[in-house]
């Protein structure tokens, strides 16, 4: 199976800071990476996919990016609704895999 | 819109099975792939498998073999998972989704408790 690890597992950032979660695949996966945010006590929301790609409704202040097999999410402006655990999935090989989650908060 | 409704929660005793449902509407089932995920506290979350419900055809995580059983009922637009022989690593919140390999849309989740 393919593994992705995200880091950091946790991270504190300020409002309007700009904020980087990284995903590293264990092998090639092309664009075949999503990214999802969970809210507490809700279900996981689909943010961006095709590495690069933002999901409908999904707010420009999000970003994904590719550099080999390391996948970045950014957030530009940190808002207080962009508060809980983003995941990585890669969706090249089955079974699909997601990475470990990272928990943002508000500093 | 898209609504992916799921049953309720269970509490089931070790050994036992427990099947969990997945009511849809919003969208065309009958030519949809529909997937079910598995999250514990960690967090983690797990794909166990995706069924076509256009022909019931199916593609299960390996882990999850002999574990889970996917099935759908066309007539009422509803997606199901049986999960057999329960323990305490089953315990988990399990969700379904729309999608067979990205989930643009997820029910609200079924907490499973697995205890005597």
């Known amino acids: 199976d393919i593994q992705m690890t995200q880091s950091p597992a946790s991270l504190s950032a300020s409002l309007e800071e700009i904020v980087t979660i990284t995903c590293q695949a264990s092998?090639?996966?092309?664009?075949?990476l999503a990214w999802y945010q969970q809210k507490p006590g809700k279900s996981p929301q689909l943010l961006i996919y095709?590495?690069?790609s933002l999901a409908d409704g999904v707010p420009s202040r999000f970003s994904g990016s590719r550099s080999g097999t390391q996948y970045s999410l950014k957030i530009s402006r940190l808002q207080v609704e962009d508060i809980g655990i983003y995941y990585c999935?890669?969706?090249?090989?089955?079974?699909?895999?997601f990475g470990g989650g990272t928990k943002l908060e508000l500093k | 819109q898209v609504k992916l409704l799921q049953s309720g929660a269970e509490l089931v005793k070790p050994g036992a099975s427990v099947k969990l449902s997945c009511k849809t509407s919003?969208?065309?089932?009958?030519?949809?792939?529909m997937s079910w995920l598995k999250q514990v506290p960690g967090p983690s979350i797990e794909w166990i498998g995706w069924?076509?419900?256009?022909?019931?055809?199916?593609n299960y995580n390996q882990k999850f073999k002999g574990k889970a059983t996917l099935t759908v009922d066309k007539s009422s637009s509803t997606a199901y998972m049986d999960l057999s022989s329960l323990t305490s690593e089953d315990a988990a919140v399990y969700f379904c989704?729309?999608?067979?390999?990205?989930?643009?849309?997820w029910g609200q989740g079924t907490l499973v408790t697995v205890s005597s």
């Open positions: 989704a729309r999608g067979g390999r990205l989930f643009a849309y």
């Open positions: 919003g969208f065309t089932f009958s030519t949809s792939y």
């Open positions: 069924i076509y419900a256009g022909d019931g055809g199916t």
């Open positions: 092998q090639d996966i092309g664009n075949w």
């Open positions: 095709g590495a690069t």
């Open positions: 999935q890669q969706a090249s090989s089955a079974p699909w895999t």
